[in-house]
């Protein structure tokens, strides 16, 4: 993957001497170099970002010569908010190598993710006219400019200034008392560098200041058909062709016989890409404001797109690698959320993978400022907050608690006696005093006696101290009791319910610095403190 100016160096040798090599980027000359070393910088700056073609021809003083390719892919320049340059800028008229005299059209065309806002055409860098519409063609009037090699450069501008760039370089032949210029055509589907597979319809467009007779069209230099009449067109099943890159050829004849061609590259692809999501580890738990996506995607050939949704809802789609972003969560509730990734590749092929993460969203959990210097740590206050995606279950959403506890070495030493702060949630809540959850937890079973905290979107949450201001140290464990029907067992439905309740846990030793402890849920009401 490459970007800017990019070196480009060629090692050529002759029993003799090599006279010149020639540097071309799909297919079009680029630069000649008459002396060694052939190097050249090459400029990619504003070219639509995909893979291109490099091209170096070595000759001797004899004339024989000899090929080198390598394809390259030069990375995007797309913004943060993912706004890419213009794609697919590119000449219909005049072609590469075209003769031209008198007065002609210059058209070119180009798309954009956010739209085109005008093409700038210039001859040898003088400026030849802006196109603010489609289609995007000025008059040239070659009379006005010497006999010879002259190149022309179109540039796209899209709504927010950025830009791409194509050029072609033309013959300019006034010398003859009349003009007949070489027909013009251009491939029209698919478009260059396109990825294909299955049957599709290869389309040109021809035209000449005369008339034109027929188009010829090649694949791989062979000649496949000819179509004499409007709409020129061909129908090509690419099951018959080796994957990988191949070279569209379209030949237009006008009547004097003069041709002109216009040659594409394409590749065809028939296997998927393949994806897997890395970050959010599944189930993971989030406590900070924002949660990273990560995915590994692969391809035999591109990888087009990366996108990551959140319940089902696209939050990021990625066009280069790496395929990572930071998604912020602090407009989400509390609770499981899936996370899915989508990759594309060129050819529209998918693969998809999938994840969840759970997020608690309650006050300054997740901060670890609540050691004691690096002294053994004490906590005096617990935090509780429900993060249960089933918040309403009847009358009883979110978290049951009847009693929160300090056991050491076996043995409960304190239960939790004040409750500092609070905030009760949750739909048809009509458990929320919370004087229900202090002290020893009720003897038997018995539903009245307990506090909901009720979870998300209200994302209930309580912080208490203990008995006797007993400070919790590491190595105890926070009993939580009657989590979800825990010591219920005559009352199986009960439990059933609740299988979706999970609370977040975090210890403090002023109320303001918070460690996070872990999670809790149904079946499990100890959790051992570090």
């Not at 050691?371 to 009358?395: C, H, K, M, W």
């Amino acid at each position: 993957m490459v970007s800017g100016e990019v070196p480009v160096e060629v090692v050529a040798d002759d029993d003799r001497a090599v006279t010149e090599v020639v540097l071309a980027v799909d297919g079009r000359q680029a630069t000649t170099l008459s002396s060694a070393p052939w190097t050249w910088s090459w400029d990619t700056a504003g070219l639509v970002a995909g893979p291109y073609v490099l091209s170096a021809t070595a000759r001797d003083a004899a004339g024989n010569e000899a090929t080198a390719t390598v394809e390259v892919k030069v990375a995007g320049s797309c913004s943060d908010q993912g706004d890419c340059p213009p794609q697919s800028v590119r000449f219909i008229t005049p072609v590469e190598g075209a003769r031209v005299c008198g007065t002609l059209g210059v058209e070119a065309t180009a798309t954009d993710d956010l739209g085109i806002a005008r093409l700038e055409f210039r001859v040898d860098g003088v400026p030849l006219g802006v196109a603010e519409r489609s289609p995007y063609q000025v008059p040239w009037d070659t009379t006005q400019v010497s006999n010879g090699q002259h190149v022309i450069k179109v540039t796209a501008f899209d709504t927010t200034s950025q830009e791409a760039f194509d050029t072609v370089t033309v013959e300019v032949d006034n010398a003859g008392g009349s003009c007949d210029n070489l027909p013009n055509v251009n491939i029209t589907n698919p478009l260059d560098m396109a990825y294909l597979n299955g049957t599709i319809n290869v389309e040109a467009q021809a035209a000449d200041d005369i008339g034109v007779l027929g188009v010829t069209f090649f694949i791989d230099n062979g000649r496949v058909a000819q179509d004499d009449a409007v709409p020129y067109k061909i129908e090509w099943n690419t099951d018959d062709f080796d994957e990988g890159a191949h070279t569209l050829k379209a030949l237009a004849t006008d009547t004097a016989n003069q041709t002109a061609p216009h040659q594409i590259q394409v590749t065809v692809d028939r296997t998927p890409p393949t994806v897997t999501l890395v970050s959010p580890e599944p189930d993971a738990l989030v406590t900070d404001t924002t949660v990273t996506l990560r995915a590994e995607a692969m391809d035999n050939f591109r990888v087009r797109t990366v996108e990551f949704l959140v319940d089902d809802e696209s939050v990021a789609v990625l066009q280069a690698a790496p395929w990572e972003v930071s998604l912020p969560v602090s407009d989400l509730p509390s609770g499981t959320h899936r996370v899915g990734v989508i990759a594309t590749d060129g050819a529209g092929f998918t693969a998809t993978d999938s994840g969840s993460f759970v997020l608690n969203r309650h006050p300054n959990n997740g901060t670890n400022n609540g050691t004691n210097n690096g002294e053994t740590p004490e906590y005096r206050f617990v935090l509780l907050g429900d993060i249960s995606t089933d918040v309403a279950q009847g009358d009883t959403p979110g978290a049951d608690i009847d009693a929160i506890a300090i056991e050491r070495d076996g043995d409960v030493i304190a239960y939790a006696a004040t409750v500092e702060d609070s905030n009760i949630g949750g739909v048809n809540n009509a458990y929320t005093d919370t004087n229900e959850l202090l002290g020893a937890p009720d003897s038997g079973c018995r539903k009245q006696n307990f506090t909901a905290l009720g979870g998300a979107p209200n994302d209930g949450f309580v912080i208490v101290s203990f008995e006797n201001d007993e400070n919790i140290l590491s190595g105890d464990f926070i009993i939580v009791y009657e989590l979800g029907a825990t010591f219920c067992p005559d009352q199986p439905t009960w439990m059933d319910d609740h299988t979706d309740i999970l609370i977040g846990i975090s210890a403090s030793r002023d109320g303001e610095g918070w460690v996070y402890i872990g999670t809790q849920e149904t079946g499990s009401n100890a959790l051992a403190v570090p």
